[in-house]
């Protein structure tokens, strides 16, 4: 229950249109801190509707590959220069995004990452680690201003920290390797 609550505070706060203007000001605060929180919001909620629902979630996502693969596609498509240039100009857009990243990705991700054996959360993290380093490359070497409503020197800054981001989850994978999981 303090999960659901500290989620639809958490979720309310990011609605208030001056955290909106802050987060959305440059591309950095709006992908590397904005959407991740809309996704922790979910999370926190996801703990109170997966237990209120647990029948219908054992039945769509009993493997928790369903519900992966769901968040797989919202968070690539979420990653491309458009769909960010698209949320600021485009008021339906927007509004998927504040509704995309905490239902369609938060819930699933927090009912489908207990479901998921070591090999699959292995699986998921590292198609991630590709993508970030792509995305990082992108953003960091592009002669050009991909996003039209941030400076080029904003997307570069956001380039490493795509990178930076894929490097934490190699050191993750990496450290979990020496770790002795015999007691699990």
Known sequence: MKGLMYGIILYIVL?????ISLMEKFIVTHMLLQMPLLLISGVLIGDFVTKKCPSFFEKWNGSG?????????VTMYW?????????LLIHFVNVFKYVSFPFLVGIPLRDSWPRLSGLAKGFVIFNYIPMFGVMAWLYIDAPIQLCNNYL????????WGFFTLMFCMLFYIL??????????
């Open 65 to 73: 590959i369903p519900g992966m693969t769901l968040v797989y596609i």
């Open 152 to 159: 080029e020197s904003e997307q570069k800054i956001l380039g």
């Open 15 to 19: 609605l208030l249109p001056s955290v």
């Open 79 to 87: 990653m491309l220069p458009r769909a960010m240039d698209e949320a």
């Open 175 to 184: 450290q979990n390797v020496f770790i002795d999981h015999s007691a699990e």
